[in-house]
Nanobody, 116 residues
Framework: QVPLVESGGGLVQAGGSLRLSCAAS????????MGWYRQAPGAQREFVAT???????NYADSVKGRFTISRDNAKNTVYLQMNSLKPEDTADYYC??????????WGKGTLVTVSS
């Protein structure tokens, strides 16, 4: 098990910003890719953004230009800066870490609620 602890969720008005953090208990260099996924009520979990050990990022079309993923290797932490939030961004946001064998590890999630 690799505990991943998310924080930073909350209630924000449309157009506002939040920054999510994901703190890992191990050196995040162990993981090829770290990222964020989200799950809205009644919906399937969906991809939001990922970042590789080399710093290559990938974003879902729905968040491009609004969200930024980054990592601080010294702190074993991955961040998701979310700007220009929309009500449809409301969801539980989950941190993910994937190792070289393709195994996935998940945090317990942090709730983001965007009011209109």
């Amino acid at each position: 098990q690799v505990p991943l602890v998310e924080s930073g969720g909350g209630l924000v008005q449309a157009g506002g910003s939040l920054r999510l953090s994901c703190a890992a208990s191990r050196n995040i260099f162990r993981f090829n890719t770290m990222g964020w996924y989200r799950q809205a009520p009644g919906a399937q979990r969906e991809f939001v953004a990922t970042i590789t050990t080399g710093g290559t990022t990938n974003y879902a079309d729905s968040v491009k230009g609004r969200f930024t993923i980054s990592r601080d290797n010294a702190k074993n932490t991955v961040y998701l800066q979310m700007n220009s939030l929309k009500p449809e961004d409301t969801a539980d946001y989950y941190c993910n870490a994937r190792n070289t064998l393709g195994s996935d590890y998940w945090g317990k999630g942090t709730l983001v609620t965007v009011s209109s």
